[in-house]
């Protein structure tokens, strides 16, 4: 069974309980655009909604999990308020109920990464790049993550992370406890997270649905209050001439021949 998401570029397969949900835009590394982040809220809604999806998966397609925002999209209709598809795909991913489960093929930068932190479990294909570069674009953290990143790994390693945005490896990750396992290629971490999902889809639904609601209970009105003080500095950071000269600066490199 397969999802109406809006969009070719994310794409859905629904199979033994398990609901595979692939950000398919290999050609531009996977970058989210407005409209794949609706399509991205359309799908964990339809598993909400579905008593026969009891569990979720998130990859990537090619060699990318994802490279965050599409620059060009992102500064042709910028967040301004919760309604926007960013924030909108920001509540979902906090309010999901039931597992989900992200089976990281390759480079995953900025939402790519934070919304790991939001992930039951995390397999990651070894060697793969991750990245924070908020701050290198004239930006602040999103997601919720300068509150549960520092929570996962400690402040000082958090601290690095986000305020140099320097890239970090899947082995790194690894040892610092942001993740659960790596796999050895792309191919064999979809194939782990696809297990651990049949396992959890083959458990008593409500039993895990709410051992996972009571290991959130503590933080969950801390992570809904930072992400919204979060937002507003991140769409105030938006409108400053340091971002839009970072951004700028980066929508050309990543032009062709640029």
């Known amino acids: 069974m397969m999802i109406e998401t809006g969009t070719r570029e994310i794409l859905t397969e629904s199979r033994d309980g398990t609901l595979l949900v692939r950000i398919h835009r290999p050609d531009r590394k996977n970058a989210l655009t407005l409209a794949m982040y609706s399509g991205l809220t359309a799908a964990l809604a339809e598993a909400t909604r579905n008593p026969a999806i009891r569990v979720v998966v998130i990859t990537g397609s090619g060699d990318s999990f994802s490279s965050g925002n599409d620059i060009a999209d992102f500064l042709s209709s910028p967040p301004s308020g919760d309604q926007s598809p960013v924030f909108q795909f920001l509540a979902a991913l906090r309010q999901f109920e039931k597992p989900l ?127 919204a003080v979060e937002s507003r500095h991140f769409i105030e950071l938006l409108r400053s001439p340091e971002a839009a000269a970072a951004l700028q600066a980066f929508a050309n490199r990543r032009r062709p021949g640029g």
Request: aromatic share 4%; glycine share 10%; proline share 5%.
């Open 101 to 227: 489960i992200a089976a990281v093929n390759g480079v995953a930068v900025g939402i790519g990464v934070t919304l790991l932190l939001h992930c039951d479990l995390v397999y990651v294909r070894a060697g793969a790049t991750l990245q924070l570069p908020f701050v290198n674009l004239g930006l602040c953290p999103e997601a919720g993550s300068s509150l549960l990143l520092p929570r996962l790994i400690g402040y000082p390693r958090a601290a690095e992370l986000l305020l140099l945005g320097e890239p970090f490896s899947a082995e790194q990750a690894l040892e610092w406890g942001l993740i659960n396992a790596l796999g050895a290629d792309a191919e064999l971490t979809l194939d782990l997270a696809l297990a651990k999902a049949r396992r959890l889809a083959g458990l008593p639904a409500m039993a895990v649905q709410w051992t996972k609601g009571l290991l959130k209970r503590a933080e969950t009105e801390a992570v809904r209050e930072t992400i």
